[in-house]
């Protein structure tokens, strides 16, 4: 046999056409049928064959993506832990309740939507979690937040709770997805949030935090990672009036780029400029039937949403809290910040860079 195997088919095959036409010949016999169903023959075998192969290709390729993207479920990551301890000094515990029940907004997530209720029977906040976030890669629940060992933090370490929240690293080493941008806080701010979520009373509510579709296993998959700070965290922040104080409330504390920014719903990248809004979010009551649109911040003249406002309007119009009632933004949350928290936050805004951007309605009822 040939040592080029393909050439040896290849004059094997014509060499069996030249027997069959010297034969049909010699025989007297108009040749060309036998050839077109010698042809036939092979022609079909041969497609079978490139089925069959073809099958076995893309079933192995298929088989190995799945196995990949499986494996990849399990992925660890490493990341220091921060050398925070929660204290029981009750100033300390109170700024936590402070930014939990504010500027952090927790309680918007990590409420129980049975109860629909921050408090239980004796005035302790509940932070039982179970909100229901539905996402194009599946839907997401926030975890229990209460001190019950079984279903809740109650077993995780006090270095373990920073570690997640500063860089994105669950108590397993996985990554975690980045609902939470508290990876910039300050030690100090970091302290008082664990500290107050230690003063929590146990509430057994088990959550099944990811329940992701086949989208959502390929994202987990190849595209999230843990998110950590920007830059050294501070030890401490001043908290005053100043735009910069404001730059540390609104993007570190309370998230207002977050949603006043346009993301990819898929990945949580921004895709749209800083505060120029556009972001699409279903809304808070009847998701089904309307979605919300976040406003453009930025201090541009024609498209603005708060242009032309006046810090006294703006201090009155967080106080004032919800007036639309499908509205995705925490009201309930940001109508508790401090004065001084909502001028510095409006200082800040009137530094940025203005950006044209009609986001149109806030409210949008959805058209089936």
């Keep these: 046999m040939p040592l080029n195997n393909g050439l040896y088919i290849t004059s094997t095959y014509f060499w069996d056409c030249f027997c069959i036409a010297l034969c049909t010949i010699l025989q007297g016999k108009d040749f060309y049928p036998g050839i077109r169903r010698f042809f036939y023959f092979h022609q079909k075998k041969g497609m079978k064959k490139l089925l069959k192969w073809t099958g076995i290709i893309l079933g192995s390729l298929v088989l190995g993506v799945v196995i990949v993207v499986w494996l990849m479920q399990y992925k660890t990551f490493d990341a220091a832990y921060p050398d925070i301890r929660a204290s029981t000094d009750s100033s300390i515990v109170a700024r936590g309740k402070y930014l939990v029940m504010g500027p952090a907004h927790c309680t918007a997530c990590h409420f129980n939507p049975d109860s629909m209720a921050f408090y239980n029977d004796t005035g302790k906040v509940i932070l039982s979690g179970g909100t229901k976030f539905v996402l194009p890669i599946g839907t997401i629940q926030s975890p229990n937040l209460t001190s019950d060992k079984e279903t809740g933090i109650g077993n995780l370490s006090d270095m373990q709770i920073a570690r997640a929240l500063r860089y994105g690293v669950g108590h397993d080493g996985r990554a975690l997805f980045d609902f939470m941008p508290f990876q910039n806080l300050s030690d100090d701010d970091?302290?008082?949030?664990?500290?107050?979520?230690?003063?929590?009373?146990?509430?057994?509510?088990k959550v099944t935090v990811r329940n992701l579709n086949l989208l959502?296993?390929?994202v987990k998959a190849f595209l999230i990672k843990p998110v950590g700070p920007s830059a050294v965290p501070a030890k401490s922040v001043k908290a005053d009036t100043t735009a910069e104080y404001g730059e540390y409330i609104a993007n570190n504390v309370s998230n207002c780029r977050g949603c006043h920014t346009n993301r990819d719903l898929m990945?949580?990248?921004?895709?749209g400029k800083f505060y120029a809004g556009g972001f699409h979010m279903e809304g808070a009551t009847d998701p089904e039937h309307y979605e919300c649109v976040?406003?453009?911040?930025?201090?541009?003249?024609?498209?603005?949403?708060?242009?032309?406002?006046?810090e006294d309007v703006f201090l009155q119009r967080l106080h004032?809290?919800?007036r639309i009632e499908q509205s995705a933004m925490a009201w309930e949350q940001f109508s508790r910040l401090k004065d001084n928290d909502i001028k510095a936050i409006y200082k800040y805004l009137q530094t940025l860079a203005p950006v044209e951007n009609n986001t149109g309605p806030i409210l949008v009822k959805i058209e089936k």
């Design 190 to 205: 970091l302290t008082a949030l664990i500290s107050f979520l230690r003063t929590l009373p146990p509430v057994k509510n």
């Design 216 to 218: 959502g296993y390929g």
């Design 267 to 271: 990945t949580g990248a921004y895709t």
């Design 320 to 322: 004032a809290g919800r």
């Design 294 to 310: 976040t406003p453009n911040l930025t201090p541009d003249p024609k498209t603005g949403h708060i242009y032309g406002w006046s």
